[in-house]
């Protein structure tokens, strides 16, 4: 059985420079609330090194910054994401021409700015989804990119460490899942999925690694180092 340690948020701020050189997620299990007295972008912009000065980067050439200093709830892809996506894209270059490079600097030659602002702004949720706002059968909630819904859900990990007498009580964790044709069904045995029995069709369904970041203007959940922007797999 999987031991997760948990991590108040403040706690997690004050590590987040030693954590972010690990390719595995520190989960806080959403047990306390940070308010912090900055606005959004500024709030990741003081943890962009190794964290999110990518992702700040795409954001700017989006012109996305008064987007996610406006009211709502940001799911912040840190730069393992973007990382993650930039492999993938060269990856499939190199199926064609294998001296084929992807890097960021040919993401903004071939993405524009709207391009940019429709992949990213399926993070942004122009309203402020706090934990008690959320249920484990997960809602379905409009994100700033026209025609595209995700849905976000707080839910119990099966996998997680108790001890009786102890630690009892499971903690419940922020997800953000893209539903791909219709939701997954939960199978007895635990597994997951599609109703049309396509294997291909799976939903993709993302742990978020902190949460409940109160800025000046909203609420900011990161998403796991192990998730690909843009959902791509």
């Not at 706690?11 to 030693?18: R, S």
């Not at 008690?132 to 059968?137: F, G, I, K, M, T």
Request: net charge positive.
């Amino acid at each position: 059985m999987k031991k997760i340690i948990y991590i108040p948020v403040a706690a997690f701020m004050l590590l987040l420079a030693i954590s972010s050189c690990k390719k595995d997620p520190v989960i806080d299990g959403g047990l306390s609330i940070a308010k912090v007295n900055m606005s959004t972008y500024d709030y990741l912009k003081s943890n962009s090194r190794h964290l999110f000065d990518t992702t700040l980067l795409i954001v700017d050439k989006a012109g996305m910054k008064d987007m996610i200093n406006g009211p709502g709830t940001f799911f912040v892809p840190d730069d393992y994401a973007i990382a993650s996506y930039l492999a993938a894209k060269q990856n499939d270059a190199r199926k064609i021409d294998e001296r084929k490079n992807f890097t960021i600097d040919t993401l903004f030659k071939y993405y524009s700015a709207q391009m940019l602002k429709d992949s990213m702004g399926i993070y942004f949720f122009p309203l402020k989804l706090s934990r008690d706002e959320l249920s484990a059968n997960g809602v379905l909630y409009q994100t700033s990119t026209p025609n595209i819904k995700l849905m976000v859900s707080l839910e119990e990990n099966a996998d997680d460490y108790q001890v009786d007498g102890i630690i009892s009580t499971k903690p419940k964790y922020i997800y953000l899942t893209k539903i791909r044709g219709e939701k997954d069904l939960v199978n007895s045995n635990g597994t997951t999925s599609d109703p049309s029995g396509n294997p291909q069709k799976l939903d993709i369904k993302v742990l978020c690694q902190t949460t409940g970041i109160i800025t000046n203007n909203g609420i900011i959940h990161v998403l796991s180092n192990q998730h690909t922007w843009t959902f791509k797999q």
